[in-house]
């Protein structure tokens, strides 16, 4: 099986930045993508972004894009979303997931999931 830890959450102003990190241990392999979602309260969970690990190929959802960057770092099996830009409605628990394939941007298409990260946005 597939184990993922998220970390680097917390409470920021808006207009600043945070990195969140997630490290996958068991099962994991070149073939994979790894993703980041999120899920506010009474909303549903939605996706973020995504990497490819065989190239670091990274698709932003559109509320993401230009703040948002994804890394990775192959030898710790860790992949890093950096957010800039913070705003309000960026509050959220943020999940890491992981799927063998080409990446998704659904949550039913991942089948390993972290246990959530908070990130609150202060105004």
């Known amino acids: 099986q597939v184990q993922l830890v998220e970390a680097g959450g917390g409470l920021v102003q808006a207009g600043g930045s945070l990195r969140l990190a997630c490290t996958a241990s068991g099962r994991t392999c070149k073939s994979w993508a790894m993703g980041w979602f999120r899920q506010a309260p009474g909303k549903e969970r939605e996706f973020v972004a995504a990497i490819r690990w065989s190239d670091s190929r990274t698709y932003n959802a559109a509320s993401a894009s230009g703040r948002f960057t994804l890394s990775r770092d192959n030898a710790k099996n860790t992949v890093y979303l950096q957010m800039n830009s913070l705003k309000p409605e960026d509050t959220a628990v943020y999940y890491c997931?992981?799927?063998?394939?080409?990446?998704?941007?659904?949550?039913?298409?991942?089948?390993?999931w972290g246990q959530g990260t908070q990130v609150t946005v202060s105004s």
């Open positions: 997931a992981a799927r063998y394939g080409e990446y998704g941007v659904l949550p039913y298409e991942y089948p390993y």
